[in-house]
């Protein structure tokens, strides 16, 4: 069955660097565009950062742009997500996610995926 698996996260101070990595499995990898999420107590889930299946297209949240990266290794069905310069206000689970609906306009709206994690926290100290 398909599974995802999140890793990466943990305790950082403010403007400190997190790189988080999605291992897949159980499906054609390749095929579907991929996300990373994230949801902190009492808020929303938000779109951080979206992927086309080649990884030459990129989308971004503005509270990531210029601080995230988002990439992927289709040899090692792997997405990562590196994060510098991080704020409080980055504390949360983060999930990432896969969608065949590989549209730019879709690339941060979760309810365009079809599968997730089950997350891994991100705590950013000030």
């Known amino acids: 069955q398909v599974q995802l698996v999140e890793s990466g996260g943990g305790s950082v101070q403010a403007g400190g660097s997190l790189r988080l990595s999605c291992a897949a499995s159980?499906?054609?990898?390749?095929?579907?565009?991929m996300g990373w999420f994230r949801q902190a107590p009492g808020k929303e889930r938000e779109g951080v950062a979206g992927?086309?299946?080649?990884?030459?297209?990129?989308y971004y949240a503005d509270s990531a742009k210029g601080r995230f990266t988002i990439s992927r290794d289709n040899a090692a069905n792997t997405l990562y997500l590196q994060m510098i310069s991080l704020k409080p206000e980055d504390t949360a689970m983060y999930y990432c996610?896969?969608?065949?609906?590989?549209?730019?306009?879709?690339?941060?709206?979760?309810?365009?995926?079809?599968?997730w994690g089950q997350g891994t926290q991100v705590t950013v100290s000030s």
């Open positions: 996610a896969a969608t065949k609906y590989c549209s730019g306009g879709y690339s941060l709206l979760g309810r365009f995926y079809n599968y």
């Open positions: 159980g499906y054609v990898y390749s095929s579907y565009c």
């Open positions: 992927i086309s299946t080649s990884g030459l297209n990129t």
